[in-house]
T-cell receptor
């Protein structure tokens, strides 16, 4: 197992364009999380899935953001009509169980909106 | 809401010095507590964790004790190395995590 994999590693897009990121969690981890990290800050929770069910969404997640995990394996995070304020590192993590289990993070997708 | 506060950096130390990075949290109940480390150019890695009061997490010479009385989870290491230079994040939570802003540690030879 190679850990949590995220693609692409970097994305530069023009304001107003849509972007989609992919996350492949560690095999058999049933929980998958998305976080966002800006420079000089810690990661901020966006949303998480248990298997294919999206269980929680942060109020940080505007209507332009949508996440899916259709078969309970990989997940996608889409941002529509990107804004410069969306520029950040988008982190994916997975864990085998909830409540006290550590999350294993991928290396992230760095988004730059120009 | 939940929050995590950790000391601001950068923390600059000489090799073999003693390290403390303070972390306090606010939360409902007794969440699990974590320290993550981010080395330059790499992703977040779990360093240690504690799941209940008075638990001590330890790894690679680092330690932290879950203190519910002071709602703290301070990170310590007796003798730092240059290779410990990184950004350290304190986090709390049950399933989803609330992170502090991170503390950069710079260790010089």
């Amino acid at each position: 197992d190679t850990g949590v994999s995220q693609n692409p590693r970097h994305k530069i897009t023009k304001r107003g364009q849509n972007v989609t990121f992919r996350c492949d969690p560690i095999s058999e981890h049933n929980r998958l999380y998305w976080y966002r990290q800006t420079l000089g800050q810690g990661p901020e929770f966006l949303t998480y899935f248990q298997n294919e069910a999206q269980l929680e969404k942060s109020r940080l997640l505007s209507d332009r953001f949508s996440a899916e995990r259709p078969k309970g394996s990989f997940s996608t995070l889409e941002i529509q009509r990107t804004e410069q304020g969306d520029s950040a590192m988008y982190l994916c993590a997975s864990s085998p169980t909830g409540g006290g289990s550590e999350a294993f993070f991928g290396q992230g997708t760095r988004l730059t909106v120009v | 809401g939940n929050s995590v506060t950790q000391m601001e950096g950068p923390v600059t130390l000489s090799e073999e010095a003693f390290l403390t990075i303070n972390c306090t949290y606010t939360a409902t109940g007794y969440p699990s507590l974590f320290w993550y480390v981010q080395y330059p150019g790499e992703g977040l890695q779990l360093l240690l964790k504690a799941t209940k009061a008075d638990d001590k997490g330890s790894n690679k010479g680092f330690e932290a004790t879950y203190r519910k009385e002071t709602t703290s989870f301070h990170l310590e290491k007796g003798s730092v190395q240059v290779s410990d230079s990184a950004v350290y994040f304190c986090a709390s939570g049950y399933s989803t995590l609330t992170f502090g802003k991170g503390t950069m540690l710079l260790v010089s030879p």
